[in-house]
C-alpha cells in the first residue's frame, strides 16, 4: 500500500482551506495585534480544504472507538451510548447556558441536576448525591474527604483505610490522598473478600472499608451485609466503588447492602462513554449522617417549589469543582435513565450479565479462569495455557485488534496473573459475541501452532507495538513546526 502523506509533507506555500471574496472597504493591517494569539506558532502547513478535511478524517481513522467496533475493555464498561442523549445534551437550553445565570433564570438545569440526584439516590438506595466530582476517581476521594470530615468532627480522626486486593488502583491512591494509610484485606479461593481477614484487620482505627460490587474479577460479594456489619461495629464506614453499577441496575441497591457512600461513574454506566479524555461525572451518594458534609453548593427547595444553591451549609466539606460538575454528562445521563424506565434498567443488567456469561462459557476451555465462582457484567481470563507457548496476554489483546477488537483490559486485578479482563455490556449482539469467541478462539489456536504471527501484532493497525514507556516519559503532544521530521510509523 502507498502510504498516506501527511500534512506535514503536502504545505505549499500560499495553499488556502478558505476563500473570501475581495474586500470592499479599505484593508486594515494588524487588526489581531492586540488579540491574544499565538506568536509563538509558525510556519503551519499550508493546504486546502479537501486536504485538511482528510488528514483529519484519517487521524480519526486511526483510533479505535466503540462506534467502530466492540469494545470490551473489562470494568471500563465500554457500551454504546445512544446517540439522542448527545442530541438532548445539545439543545442550547443546556449547551449554551452559563453557570453564573441567575438561579430563577435556569429553573428547568437546576430542575434537571435535582431530578438526577434523587433517581440516583433511587436506583442506589442512598438518601442524597452531589453531582460535582467529574471522575470515578475524585469521587471516591470526595467519599474520603466526607467520612474524615465526619469522623474529625466527632473527636475520633482515624487513620487506616482497609482495600481489599482485587481493588482498582484508584481506591488506594484516593485514600493515601485523604491522609490515609492503606491496608490490602486479602481475598479468598472464591474471589471474595476474606471475611476472616476483615476481621482481624478491623479496629478503632479503621475509618473505612473501600469495597467494589461486583468486585474486579465481575464476582458480586455476597457477604456484603455481613462485612457491612463489621465495619459498622467498630464504627467504621463502607464506601462502594460503584463502577460496576452497570450489574445491579435494578437488581439490588447498595444502600440496601447497608453502605454508607458510594460513587457512579455516569460516564460508565449513565450513557457517557468512558475513556478517550472526554468530560465525565462521578456522583457520589451518602446515608444521611454523612449529608451536612455534602460539597456545597447544595441545591435545596424553596416553600414556594423553586430550587437555589444553598452555600450555607456549616459541616461542608467545601467545593470539589468549579461551578456544579459537568452538567451536560448529568444531562445525557438523566435522559438515560428516563428513557430506559425502571425495566429498562433492569434490562440493561440482565443482558450485561447474559453477555458475560455466554462469553465465559464460550471460552472457558480455551483460555484459563482462575475463580471459579459465577460472575455477573464481566469474566477475567489470563494467559496461563498461551504462555506455555510463551504467548502473553499482550499478544493475545493485540491480535485482537487485527480482527476488529480493541483489547480487553490487562492492569488489574493484581491478583490474576496475565489477566484478560473482559466485559462486553449489554449493547452488542449475539453475532457480534460471536464473532468475538471466534477470533478468541483462532487466536487460541495459532499460539500452538504459530506464536510468532501472535508476537508481531496486530499486522493490520495504522501503528504497530508502541513504546508505551517511551510514549510516557517523552510523550509528543502538539505538532512544532521546528521539528519537521513527522513521526515514523514503527514497523
Ligand atoms: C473506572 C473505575 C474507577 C475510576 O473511575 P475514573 O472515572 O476512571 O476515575 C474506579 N474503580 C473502578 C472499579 C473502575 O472501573
Known amino acids: 500500500m502507498i502510504r498516506e502523506p501527511l500534512i506535514f509533507e503536502i504545505s505549499d506555500e500560499g495553499k488556502r482551506a478558505y476563500a473570501l471574496p475581495k474586500l ?12 491574544r ?35 470490551p475493555l473489562g470494568s471500563c464498561t465500554m457500551k454504546y451510548n445512544p446517540k439522542i442523549n448527545e442530541k438532548i445534551a445539545s439543545f442550547p437550553g443546556f449547551s449554551h447556558s452559563h453557570p453564573f445565570s441567575p438561579e430563577e433564570l435556569v429553573q428547568g438545569n437546576l430542575e434537571i441536576l435535582k431530578t438526577t440526584e434523587e433517581l440516583l439516590s433511587e436506583i442506589t438506595g442512598m438518601d442524597a448525591f452531589t453531582l460535582q466530582p467529574s471522575a470515578g476517581a475524585q469521587g471516591e476521594l470526595v467519599g474520603m474527604m466526607l467520612i474524615r470530615a465526619y469522623l474529625e468532627e466527632k473527636g475520633d480522626p482515624r487513620k487506616i483505610v482497609l482495600i481489599p486486593d482485587s481493588a482498582h488502583g484508584t481506591n ?146 467545601g467545593r470539589v469543582q468549579s461551578f456544579y460538575g459537568n452538567f451536560l454528562v448529568v444531562v445525557k445521563a438523566l435522559a438515560y435513565i428516563l428513557s430506559l424506565g425502571p425495566n429498562g434498567l433492569k434490562e440493561v443488567a440482565e443482558i450485561a450479565v447474559l453477555n458475560a456469561n455466554y462469553l465465559r462459557k464460550s471460552l472457558e476451555g480455551e483460555y484459563h479462569l482462575k475463580y471459579k465462582t459465577p460472575t455477573l457484567h464481566e469474566c477475567v481470563f489470563s494467559d496461563k495455557f498461551q504462555k506455555e507457548h510463551g504467548v502473553q496476554n499482550i499478544d493475545i489483546a493485540k491480535r485482537l485488534i487485527d480482527f476488529g477488537v480493541h483489547p480487553p483490559t490487562m492492569s488489574f486485578p493484581l491478583i490474576v496473573h496475565g ?71 514503527k514497523e
Open 24 to 35: 470592499d472597504i479599505p484593508e486594515k493591517k494588524d487588526v489581531l495585534q492586540d488579540v
Open 37 to 71: 494569539t499565538r506568536k509563538d506558532i509558525e510556519g503551519f502547513p499550508q493546504v486546502s480544504e479537501i486536504e485538511i478535511v482528510r488528514h483529519f478524517t484519517r487521524l480519526s481513522q486511526t483510533n479505535f472507538c466503540i462506534d467502530i467496533g466492540f469494545y
Open 419 to 489: 489477566a484478560l479482563m473482559i466485559e462486553p455490556t449489554e449493547t452488542e449482539s449475539k453475532k457480534d459475541l460471536d464473532l468475538f469467541i471466534e477470533a478468541m478462539k483462532r487466536i487460541s489456536k495459532e499460539a500452538q501452532e504459530n506464536p510468532e504471527v501472535l508476537k508481531e501484532a496486530p499486522h493490520t493497525s495504522y501503528m504497530r507495538r508502541l513504546d508505551e514507556t517511551k510514549a510516557a516519559r517523552e510523550s509528543v503532544l502538539r505538532w512544532r513546526p521546528e521539528e519537521k521530521e513527522a513521526p515514523q510509523n
Open 172 to 317: 488506594p491512591s484516593s485514600a493515601h490522598l485523604s491522609g490515609y494509610r492503606v491496608q490490602e484485606i486479602k481475598s479468598n479461593e472464591q474471589g471474595t473478600v476474606d471475611v476472616e481477614d476483615l476481621v482481624r484487620a478491623m479496629n478503632d482505627d479503621v475509618a473505612a472499608l473501600m469495597i467494589t460490587n461486583p468486585n474486579t474479577l465481575g464476582i458480586f460479594e455476597s457477604d456484603i451485609k455481613k462485612i457491612c456489619a463489621i465495619v459498622h461495629e467498630k464504627s467504621g464506614f463502607v464506601y462502594m466503588d460503584g463502577a460496576n453499577m452497570n450489574a445491579l441496575l435494578g437488581e439490588c441497591r447498595p444502600g440496601d447492602m447497608d453502605v454508607d457512600v458510594i460513587h457512579l461513574n455516569l460516564h460508565k454506566t449513565f450513557s457517557t462513554p468512558h475513556g478517550g479524555g472526554g468530560p465525565g461525572s462521578g456522583p457520589v451518594g451518602v446515608k444521611k449522617v454523612l449529608d451536612p458534609y455534602l460539597p456545597i453548593p447544595v441545591i435545596e427547595r424553596r416553600k414556594d417549589s423553586s430550587l437555589y444553591f444553598n452555600l450555607d451549609r456549616p459541616k461542608s466539606i
